[in-house]
């Protein structure tokens, strides 16, 4: 059984797999105040209340883009199994290409989603991870990760509308009835909605036109639910993206580790 | 000679304007700044009046358009101690050009209600109207001129700040026009995102909007921002930047 983390800007998402299968995914807030104590209580909370024992954890892989979490986090995971983390990079692996002006500049966290959609939905493929900020990025037919493009996601522009504009109010953003409303929540709710909804579609009809092939599309991200059904292409919801893609690095990085053992035993250069 | 100035979020604007011409002989902006007291905007708006060689005496009309009560007052106070016309504060309840299908329009800033007067007075009807700035607003008139719906988003540099705020390896960048769609590093990613997302943005709302009512518009954009995206977007879109100012222009003649 592993744990795996994807430690983002607004939370810190922790799944517990066994082989195939997806034991839970929760979410805590993510908090740079926060020390290695504190956060073992909140990994320990999430295994009392879906009451597994965590001494079944032989294993835990870290997806951070917040730099000042990734010690603080892996000392709570060290603290409490007694292990240390694999850390996601894009060196770390080669289940995947990327073509990128520097590699290690790309976040984790759209490794970890390509490799998990070109190994579940197959190449080429387009992902879009919707959370601070949303994420599109594309896998060409030789899974390479040829590019991507960030945008503000859609809770945060919100959140920068009714902060940054002194007559508008913050609303809840729950379903969008037309684009143009005659009241300002549905002027609201248009906005953010067909807005948001308009902003993919047209960054996806242009990244189509980059690819040879049709690609398969995949959303994840909490607001995935709420938005995509207004996107006009054919996007498929994968809520567990991201935990997957976790479990299969964790068992690309473990196999390699083993194969760098048994190749390096012989000549006697390990203790 | 006829005075506009528009209080917006980010900037107040300000432009001058022959009697008989909508186009502004001149356009300044200045940013909003909730602390200034009408002692200093006085100062601001005559040392634009200085630049431009402009005197007080020769404005015969004033309109003021405002979506930031607590500047209003003071830029109004301003306005009425260097002026020896009227200053024409700009509500829903004024005479406006065109008509409204909703049952109640009061809610609908003031900046609305100007480009929309612009709107029908420089391109007619049905139109659609994007203000890009500390908001994204799109707003149409239909085929018989009235005021059919407005939707509000995030504005591009709104959003763009608070992206950068909120995330721990992403950085502040120009808006430049990205090299291609797929970003090969940070910067160009964002830009890609959000020239391309805005441009779908407003393509997006425009193809919903002409679905639904089976309309066909003339689209014009307005707002600091909108020379940087409609360049990107699909459909044919008017670049106007005076277009708000313009509309006041228009109602300054029927109030």
């Excluded at chain 1, 892996?74 to 073509?99: E, G, H, M, T, Y």
């Excluded at chain 2, 100035?5 to 008989?20: K, L, M, Q, R, W």
């Excluded at chain 2, 992403?170 to 797929?182: A, E, H, N």
């Excluded at chain 2, 830009?191 to 709302?205: C, F, K």
Aim: contains cysteine.
């Amino acid at each position: 059984m592993i744990l795996t983390v994807n430690i983002a800007n607004s939370h810190i998402s922790l799944g517990c797999v066994e082989g195939e299968e997806v034991l839970f995914l929760e979410r805590i807030f993510s908090n740079p105040q926060k020390t290695d104590l504190e956060y073992s209580v909140d990994i320990l909370n999430a295994f009392r209340l879906h009451e597994i024992d965590r001494d079944k954890v032989d294993g835990c892989i870290i997806s951070c883009v917040v730099p000042q979490l990734l010690s603080v986090f892996s000392d709570a995971v060290l603290r409490l199994f007694s292990l240390k983390p694999c850390i996601v990079n894009a060196a770390s692996q080669n289940l995947i290409r990327v073509r990128a002006q520097n590699p290690s500049e790309v976040g984790s966290n759209l490794i970890v989603t390509a490799v998990s959609a070109a190994a579940r939905y197959g190449t080429p493929a387009i992902v879009i991870d919707m959370s601070t900020a949303t994420t599109i990025t594309v896998i060409d037919e030789s899974r390479t990760l040829i590019g991507a493009a960030i945008l503000p996601g859609m809770q945060t522009s919100m959140d920068a509308l009714t902060g940054g504009a002194a007559q508008l109010t913050q609303t809840n953003i729950v379903k969008a009835v037309t684009p143009l409303g005659r009241t300002t929540e549905q002027s609201l709710n248009g906005g953010a909605i067909y807005g948001n909804a308009g902003m993919i579609d047209g960054i996806l009809d242009r990244m189509e036109k980059e690819l040879q092939s049709r690609p398969v599309i995949v959303a994840t991200g909490r607001i995935s639910r709420i938005l995509i059904p207004y996107c006009r292409h054919e996007i498929t919801i994968d809520e567990e993206l991201t935990v997957r893609g976790l479990a299969i690095l964790y068992g690309e990085m473990e196999k390699a580790k083993h194969s760098e053992n048994a190749a390096e035993d012989p000549e006697g250069r390990r203790v | 000679m006829i005075l506009t100035v528009d209080i917006g979020n980010s900037n107040i604007c300000f432009a001058i304007h022959a009697e008989d011409t909508p186009e502004p002989v001149f356009f300044e902006r200045i940013h909003t700044n909730h602390n200034k007291t009408a002692l200093e905007y006085m100062v601001d708006i005559r040392t634009i009046f200085e630049l431009h060689h402009v005197s007080f005496s020769t404005i015969s009309d004033c309109a003021l358009s405002s979506v930031v009560p607590v500047v209003t007052t003071g830029v109004e106070e301003a306005l009425t101690k260097l002026l020896s016309c009227r200053v024409f504060r700009v509500t829903p309840f004024v005479h406006l050009p065109y008509g409204a299908n909703a049952d109640d329009i009061s809610p609908v800033g003031s900046d609305i209600l100007c480009d929309n007067a612009g709107t029908i007075l420089q391109y007619g009807y049905p139109a659609m109207t994007f203000d890009l700035g500390t908001a994204t607003v799109a707003s149409s008139l239909d085929d018989r001129g009235n005021l059919d719906g407005v939707l509000i988003t995030a504005g591009v540099r709104t959003s763009l700040n608070s992206l950068v705020a909120k995330t721990s390896a992403l950085p502040q960048i120009t808006l430049d026009p990205p090299q291609s769609v797929l970003g090969e590093n940070t910067a160009e990613a964002m830009r890609s995102g959000i020239i391309y997302g805005t441009a779908g943005l407003i393509d997006g709302i425009i193809d919903r909007t002409e679905q639904e009512t089976g309309l066909r518009y003339t689209v014009v954009a307005t707002g600091g921002l909108s020379r940087f995206i409609a360049p990107y977007c699909r459909h044919e879109i008017i670049l106007d930047p005076t277009l708000l100012m313009k509309g006041m222009w228009s109602l300054l003649r029927i109030n």
